[in-house]
């Protein structure tokens, strides 16, 4: 089946500083990914829509300038948060949707885990 | 309204029983329908898709009624590994590949 890695699995870092995430499609090549986040015992929230080759589509109340992504590749998108705080700490988990198969079916990365201090 | 809507229980049943969980959506356009299942900090994986028909997957059930816009899912024999948070999600239009997710249904299986 399709599998999606996301690096790193947690991250912790201090409050000002940025974070990059990355989100790869191990065995097919990913069009579009989608970036959502998880706050605990919460549903996971759609922050924006990846395309390759294009600028990210941001849901509304999402700041674009803060969250960056990039999808340079049909392989590899990232999602930058720029200048966190400790209110961006949260469950970040990204999908890939594949070229073939249902064309909507979305696959998973694991997710990674961000603490700001 | 929200756009996808479960009850986020928990449901603590034992083991061997029967549990239902219900999941309303509100846009009467939507297109795709699934379940997912999420462990305690995991990422969410497909469970099943929802057909308009009604379809099974062993122990588990998923029926979807378009006019009352509601979608089910039944688990039949419940194991102690059935555990988890169930989500419901919709694809909301033809025109994008968007999941909405609902607030995900918690399941206790005890022993």
């Known amino acids: 089946g399709a599998v999606v890695s996301q690096h790193p699995s947690r991250v912790i870092c201090k409050s000002g500083t940025s974070v990059k995430i990355e989100c790869r499609s191990l065995?097919?090549?990913?069009?579009?990914m989608f970036w959502y986040r998880q706050f605990p015992k919460k549903s996971l929230m759609l922050m924006a829509t990846s395309n390759e080759g294009s600028k990210a589509t941001y849901e509304q109340g999402v700041e674009k300038d803060k969250f960056l992504i990039n999808h340079a590749s049909l392989t590899l998108s990232t999602l930058t948060v720029t200048s966190a705080h400790p209110e961006d700490s949260s469950f970040y988990i990204c999908?890939?949707?594949?070229?073939?198969?249902?064309?909507?079916?979305?696959?998973f990365g694991p997710g990674t885990r961000l603490t700001v201090t | 309204r929200k756009e996808v809507e479960q009850d986020p229980g928990p449901f603590n049943v034992p083991e061997g029983a029967t549990v239902a969980f219900n999941c309303t959506y509100s846009n009467s356009a939507s297109q795709s329908f699934f379940w997912y299942r999420q462990d305690c900090r995991k990422e969410p994986k497909l469970l099943m898709s929802v057909y308009s028909s009604g379809n099974e997957d062993g122990r588990f059930t998923a029926q979807l009624n378009r006019a009352s816009q509601y979608i089910s899912l039944l688990i039949r024999d419940s194991k102690l590994s059935d555990s988890a948070t169930y989500l419901c999600v919709v694809r909301p239009t033809s025109g994008t590949y968007k999941y909405i997710f609902g607030t995900g249904t918690r399941l206790k299986v005890l022993a």
């Open positions: 065995d097919f090549q990913a069009t579009t």
């Open positions: 999908s890939a949707r594949g070229t073939s198969g249902p064309s909507y079916e979305q696959y």
